[in-house]
């Protein structure tokens, strides 16, 4: 059971567009959004998260937008880079000491053409 | 400094063979994890310790065991190898559970099984 689907699993975009990626989340008990960008041959990073409080929270260029009813969240890059390309992929987890678990969206590959 | 370091990078290797992958992090966290990206790179957890008790294990084959030996280094070795473990390991840490912080990556070993 997928609780958390991602997509589109690959995005092509040119330079200074706006990227779009999506995820829908099952769990209601999740309160907690990261998301994490992953360069070829690195580990993924942290790069933005948001909890259900806020329907959106923006950093530079990133933005997420929430949608606790329709249980969605989707990341927002504008103004794309080059630099953007990378696979990125969204999580979501439940907060309480005992909540080790982030479960992972399948990630999605973006390609920022120049 | 490298935050979360992984040894080897590389590693190939014989169905049947027994391997080892070694994780340490310098960043005081109390609790670590091995996570497993296949191919089609979705990212899987596989283990996690929290101050060298193992809080996480995931429908993992006992095949694959685990070893904290302390709060810094957790080690993870593989016996009988299988082509299907053919993967690329990521060590990962974080201060608490992944839902109030960070995880932090380490750059992964790439094991291949032929």
């Known amino acids: 059971q997928q609780q958390v689907k991602q997509s589109p699993q690959s995005l092509i975009v040119q330079k200074g567009g706006i990227s779009i990626i999506n995820c829908a989340y099952e769990?209601?008990?999740?309160?907690?959004f990261p998301w994490y960008q992953q360069f070829p041959g690195k580990g993924p990073a942290l790069l933005i998260a948001?909890?259900?409080?806020?329907s959106e929270k923006k950093e530079g260029r990133f933005t997420i937008s929430f949608n606790k009813s329709a249980k969605q969240f989707s990341l927002h890059i504008m103004d794309s880079q080059p630099g953007d390309s990378a696979t990125y992929f969204c999580a979501a987890g439940r907060s309480g000491g005992s909540n080790y678990k982030l479960t992972f969206g399948k990630g999605t590959l973006l390609t920022v053409n120049p | 400094d490298t935050a979360v370091s992984q040894t080897p990078k590389y590693l190939v290797t014989q169905m049947g063979n027994d391997k080892s992958i070694k994780c340490e992090q310098n960043l005081g966290h109390d609790t670590m994890y091995w996570y497993k990206q296949d191919s089609k790179k979705f990212l899987k957890i596989m283990f996690s310790y929290n101050n060298k008790e193992l809080i996480i294990n995931e429908t993992v084959p006992n095949r694959f065991s685990p070893k904290s030996p302390d709060k810094a280094h957790l080690n993870l070795h593989i016996n009988s190898l299988e082509l299907g473990d053919s993967a690329v390991y990521f060590c990962?840490?974080?201060?608490?559970?992944?839902?109030?912080?960070?995880?932090?990556f380490g750059e992964g070993s790439r094991l291949t099984v032929l």
């Open positions: 769990n209601t008990a999740f309160d907690y």
């Open positions: 990962a840490s974080s201060h608490g559970t992944p839902n109030t912080g960070e995880l932090f």
């Open positions: 948001i909890r259900p409080d806020v």
